[in-house]
T-cell receptor, first 112, second 113 residues
Framework: ETGVTQTPRHLVMGMTNKKSLKCEQH?????MYWYKQSAKKPLELMFV???????ENNSVPSRFSPECPNSSHLFLHLHTLQPEDSALYLC???????????FGQGTRLTVV | DQQVKQNSPSLSVQEGRISILNCDYT??????FLWYKKYPAEGPTFLIS?????DKNEDGRFTVFLNKSAKHLSLHIVPSQPGDSAVYFC????????????FGSGTQLTVLP
């Protein structure tokens, strides 16, 4: 079992749909992150949570809504997405914010 | 403006030879640097890190060098193996209450048998 688990692995959704990405970490870490990876672009940090509190929101559109109910779980709620939001969404966790991050396998999202 | 740059999108190396992956940064506040490896359909995996108080860190076949005056770091893999073929990301962070990792765009390494 990997330390950081993301579901689903693949998701295709229409622009009017509402869906959620789930992330769970089994490492006892205090910080969790959502990253977006688009083709040939750097990993873009979207949200940072430390001890279930959001500490950073990097100007992400409101159609992406994170939720961190506890230190082991992180969700990314999606609604009315655009085709350009199609990307690989990666969840990560670390002991503290800024230390070595452990990544999940990602969710490949396609918006049609 | 990218604060962490990997100017070579790809690199091919013969098996057994040395692979050198380069990374440049612009933010002088960065004091912690990491390398990650990523296989297709998987998330990045942490490889090795270095603090700005050091100029070299070695772990098995992997060595990271840091040149603070040039704002440059490099990852050396020797000897290179076909299983090292992956995308390598450089990342950096700065001290502070909201230390975050800033990633480069990655370099695809192909090790030829």
């Amino acid at each position: 079992e990997t330390g950081v688990t993301q579901t689903p692995r693949h998701l295709v959704m229409g622009m009017t749909n509402k869906k959620s990405l789930k992330c769970e970490q089994h490492l006892g870490h205090n910080a969790m992150y959502w990253y977006k990876q688009s083709a040939k672009k750097p990993l873009e940090l979207m949200f940072v949570y430390s001890l279930e509190e959001r500490v950073e929101n990097n100007s992400v559109p409101s159609r992406f809504s994170p939720e961190c109910p506890n230190s082991s779980h992180l969700f990314l709620h999606l609604h009315t997405l655009q085709p350009e939001d199609s990307a690989l969404y990666l969840c990560a966790s670390s002991q503290e914010v800024g230390t070595e991050a452990f990544f999940g396998q990602g969710t490949r999202l396609t918006v049609v | 403006d990218q604060q962490v740059k990997q100017n070579s999108p790809s690199l091919s190396v013969q098996e057994g030879r040395i692979s050198i992956l380069n990374c440049d940064y612009t933010n002088s506040m960065f004091d912690y640097f990491l390398w990650y490896k990523k296989y297709p359909a998987e998330g990045p995996t942490f490889l090795i890190s270095i603090s700005s108080i050091k100029d070299k860190n070695e772990d098995g076949r992997f060595t990271v060098f840091l040149n603070k005056s040039a704002k440059h770091l490099s990852l050396h893999i020797v000897p290179s193996q076909p299983g090292d073929s992956a995308v390598y990301f450089c990342a950096a962070s700065a001290s502070g209450s909201a230390r975050q990792l800033t990633f480069g765009s990655g370099t695809q390494l192909t090790v030829l048998p």
